[in-house]
């Protein structure tokens, strides 16, 4: 069964305390790993897509990291507003099945960054 | 603002009873995804339509079904609902039809309560 595992499920920082996020799934085939944001009350927030083992993506204080069988999302020098819960999901590759948008999300890491 | 226009924003309802959440997408999207986000169960997937047909589909209910109309805009109707069904539900949509990138833009979810 195809599965993602977050951890941890929440991490306190003081600002500027670099961290990292970590993901860990367990899919038949990767089509793709995806890295959302989501503040209290909104929508997730679409960050990152990587693709194979090796790849890395960087955004801001943000870099997802990706190998074969986990991702990180690395925290460089936090600020308050990188609070949020970080969601990790997958695109699982299943023979015969169409690229569809069906995704496998993680239960998120809640980050709180103090000042 | 994604540009996903999700309503109503909460709905509470007693069991048993039937509801209908309505979706926008963005302008210009094909796709659109139904998900579920409960505490236990994190974000789970329900459905997906491109164009007006269902492209995916995920662990959804029976007592529930789908649509999208021509003009793109899509409902989720949830029938005989139970306890269990109290979660937020999240409308997101993409562009893509053939080739999926990851880039879910997401609306900021109706909240429903059954009591």
């Known amino acids: 069964e195809d599965q993602v595992t977050q951890s941890p499920e929440a991490l306190r920082l003081q600002e500027g305390e670099s961290s990292s996020l970590n993901c860990s799934y367990t899919?038949?085939?990767?089509?793709?790993l995806f890295w959302y944001r989501q503040d209290p009350g909104k929508g997730p927030e679409f960050l990152f897509t990587?693709?194979?083992a090796g790849e890395e993506k960087e955004k801001e204080r943000l870099k997802a990291t990706l190998t074969k069988k986990e991702s990180f999302l690395h925290i460089t020098a936090p600020k308050p507003e990188d609070s949020a819960t970080y969601l990790c999901?997958?695109?699982?590759?299943?023979?015969?099945?169409?690229?569809?948008?069906?995704?496998?999300f993680g239960q998120g890491t809640t980050l709180q960054v103090k000042p | 603002d994604s540009g996903v226009t999700q309503t109503p924003k909460h709905l509470i309802t007693a069991t048993g009873q039937r509801v209908t959440l309505r979706c926008s997408p963005r302008?210009?999207?094909?796709?659109v995804y139904w998900y579920q986000q409960s505490l236990d169960q994190g974000l789970q997937f329900l459905i997906q339509?491109?164009?007006?047909?269902?492209?995916a589909k995920g662990n959804i209910l029976e007592r529930f079904s789908a649509q999208q109309f021509p003009d793109l805009h899509s409902e989720l109707n949830l029938s005989s609902l139970e306890l269990g069904d109290s979660a937020l539900y999240f409308c997101?949509?993409?562009?893509?039809?053939?080739?999926?990138?990851?880039?879910?833009?997401f609306g900021e979810g109706s909240r429903l309560t059954v009591l």
């Open positions: 997101a949509s993409s562009v893509e039809g053939g080739s999926f990138t990851g880039e879910l833009f």
């Open positions: 899919v038949s085939g990767l089509r793709g």
């Open positions: 990587l693709y194979s």
């Open positions: 999901a997958v695109q699982a590759f299943h023979r015969g099945s169409s690229n569809t948008g069906k995704l496998i």
């Open positions: 302008s210009g999207d094909l796709s």
């Open positions: 339509y491109y164009n007006g047909e269902e492209r």
